[in-house]
C-alpha cells in the first residue's frame, strides 16, 4: 500500500530488485486544483518539487492535470471553449510551470465532472485531450527506453 510518508525502500518484502516494463511508471501525473494553486501549502509544494526531483532523474514524464479551471475563471465558467484563450487560466499555467518546474506544454486544464447529470462534450474534449498527451508522453519514454535496451 502506497504511503507518502514511508517510502518503500531496499529492505522491505515488496521492494522489487528487478522491476520489469510492466512494473515501472511511465509518466507521472501531478493534479492541481486551478482555484486553490496560490494557497497550496508550502508542506505540499515542497514535497511535490522533491517528487520531480527524484523522478526527473530517471527520466520519466511529468505532467500536470490543472483541474477545476471552471471554478477558477468565471469566462471559462461561462464558456469552456474559451480555456485556451483564458489570460488567467493562461497564468494559472505558468504559475505551475515557474512552481513545480513542469514545462507548460506539460500542463492541460481540465474540468472535473461535479454537479452534471449527463455527459458534456466540451468537458470531455479537455479530459480526453490531457489523457492524448499522457499516453503520448508514456509511449515516447517506452520507446525510449526501448532505444537505450537495443544500444
Do not use: W
Request: a negative charge; hydrophobic letters at 40%.
Amino acid at each position: 500500500q502506497f504511503n507518502p510518508i514511508y517510502p518503500l525502500d531496499d529492505d522491505s518484502k515488496y521492494y522489487n530488485m528487478n522491476p520489469t516494463v510492466n512494473d515501472r511508471a511511465h509518466c507521472l501525473v501531478y493534479v492541481v486544483p486551478a482555484d486553490q494553486q496560490s494557497i497550496m501549502n508550502e508542506h505540499v509544494l515542497k514535497l511535490m518539487k522533491e517528487i520531480r526531483k527524484k523522478v526527473s532523474d530517471s527520466d520519466i514524464p511529468q505532467v500536470v492535470l490543472l483541474t477545476k479551471v471552471d471554478e477558477a475563471c468565471l469566462l471559462v465558467r461561462n464558456d469552456l471553449q474559451k480555456v485556451y484563450r483564458s489570460t488567467y487560466i493562461k497564468a494559472q499555467i505558468e504559475s505551475a510551470s515557474k512552481t513545480l518546474g513542469i514545462p507548460v506544454n506539460c500542463i492541460f486544464p481540465v474540468k472535473n465532472y461535479s454537479g452534471e447529470i449527463s455527459l458534456n462534450d466540451e468537458i470531455d474534449v479537455l479530459s480526453l485531450t490531457a489523457l492524448l498527451q499522457i499516453l503520448r508522453f508514456a509511449n515516447g519514454y517506452l520507446l525510449n527506453l526501448d532505444q537505450k535496451q537495443h544500444n
